[in-house]
Structure formats: C-alpha cells, structure tokens
C-alpha cells in the first residue's frame, strides 16, 4: 500500500483497540507491511515476531526497531523449515492483516498454516465486499475482496473454526469506494497518499463513532477470530 499509510496513526490505534482482546500473550505477524503494529503490540506488553518472503520489508523492521535476534525472519511461512523457526509454545496468535487476500488459493494456504501452528488462534483482516474491488486492488495484487459469508467458508474449508466475524470501518468502505471506484485513484499516486492523510485525520474518528451500529452490516474490512 502507499506509504502513507505507515503514519496513520489514529486508524492503527483503532484498530489495535479492537483486536487486543482477541490476541494472546505471543503473537507472530505473517506479512507485516510497513510494520504498523508492531509496536501497539510490543509496548502492550506481549511477545511479537514477524516473518515476511519480501527482504525488503524485513531490513525495514530491523532497522526501525531495535528487537532481540530472530523476532524478523525472511521467509515462507508455508515451509516447514521457515515454521520450524517459530517452535511449539513460542507461539498463541496468528496475525494476518490484509494478507490472505493476495494469496491465490486462500484456503489451502490456510490449511497450511493450521498444519504448521496446531492449537494457535487466527486473527484476520482482509478487505470486504467484491463491490468494492477496484482499480487500487488490482494494483496492489488483491485476488479478492470478502464477506463475513466468505471469510467464514475459507475458514472453515480450511479446518478452522470461526470464533467471530464482523466488518470494521464503516465509513472507510465508503471513501475507498469513492477513492477507488469512482475517482480512479492510483495506488501510489500523490492523491491516494492525501486521501489516507484526510482520513486518518477526519474520517476515522467519525468511523469509531458509528462502528457499534455498522460491525454487522458492512465496512471497509471483514475482520475475523478463528481457532
């Protein structure tokens, strides 16, 4: 995503917010972008590693945070000898945000993932509603976006049984349709990076305010708790 998106503040404490109670004590972060939450994680208080198949997102963790050696692996998580850095007990949560939707067969991959970590939970992010799939998804390599109806069959095709399914940011939904759909923004053109800015800044406090009502009907993202 456009690099704006690493100083959005407001949406990432949000979204930490909401996902904190549904995380363990040790969380590993599978494909963990501009490295967002690593440190709403870290400095609350729990265990966080991250492992990503791009080299260049994994240097960017390293330098920007200082963590013991190991908490960064290049790699694919779908391999045994990449997993079998992450050992039994090292490991509660499962943290996808914004992955699953750029990997071909989902369901197998998850499969793979309940294979390798047996017992962990399964927190996920992934963007919602097909409707909204639009000239931004396919450049930044989205197969698909999801419903809570679709998320769920993934999970459970996979082995996994959901615990909790709901939509977040309403109001985001509709902005990226605007930005996307409608506008045509690119993915990282300067007006895609202005409109992230101006919705950190003025929309997400105004998506906190009516999520209680929305989380079941739309949003932006599906977001979804399984074990």
């Known amino acids: 995503m456009h690099p704006a998106i690493a100083g959005s503040g407001n949406y990432y404490a949000w979204l930490f917010r909401t996902l904190a109670p549904r995380l363990g004590q040790r969380v590993l972060e599978i494909g ?5 939450m690593q440190a709403l994680i870290t400095a609350s208080g729990r265990t966080y ?3 990503d198949t791009d080299p260049g997102v994994i240097e960017n963790l390293i ?27 090292s490991v509660d949560t499962l943290l996808l945000m914004n ?20 017992g ?15 000239r931004m998804d396919k450049e930044a390599g989205h197969y698909r976006r ?4 679709s998320a769920a069959a993934a999970l459970k095709a996979a082995g996994y049984a959901a615990q909790e399914i709901f ?16 506008a045509g923004f690119t993915l990282n053109s300067g007006e895609t990076g202005r409109a992230i800015r101006f919705n950190d800044r003025f929309i997400v406090p105004l998506s906190f305010l009516v999520e209680p009502l929305t989380r079941r009907l ?10």
């Open 146 to 149: 999801y419903t809570a109806g």
């Open 218 to 227: 739309a949003g932006q993202s599906v977001i979804a708790v399984a074990r």
């Open 167 to 182: 939509y977040f940011n309403f109001v985001g939904a509709v902005t990226w349709f605007v930005s996307s759909r409608l």
């Open 120 to 134: 962990c939970r399964l927190v996920l992010q992934v963007p919602a509603f097909p409707a909204l799939y639009g």
């Open 49 to 51: 590693r991250a492992v």
């Open 32 to 36: 963990p972008g501009w490295g967002q």
């Open 99 to 118: 992955v699953l939707e750029h990997v071909e067969n989902d369901t197998a991959f998850l499969a793979k993932l309940r294979a390798l970590f047996p």
């Open 63 to 89: 330098e920007k945070n200082p963590a013991p050696p190991g908490s960064f692996i290049c790699g694919d998580i779908t391999e045994a000898e990449t997993a079998a850095l992450f050992p039994p007990g």
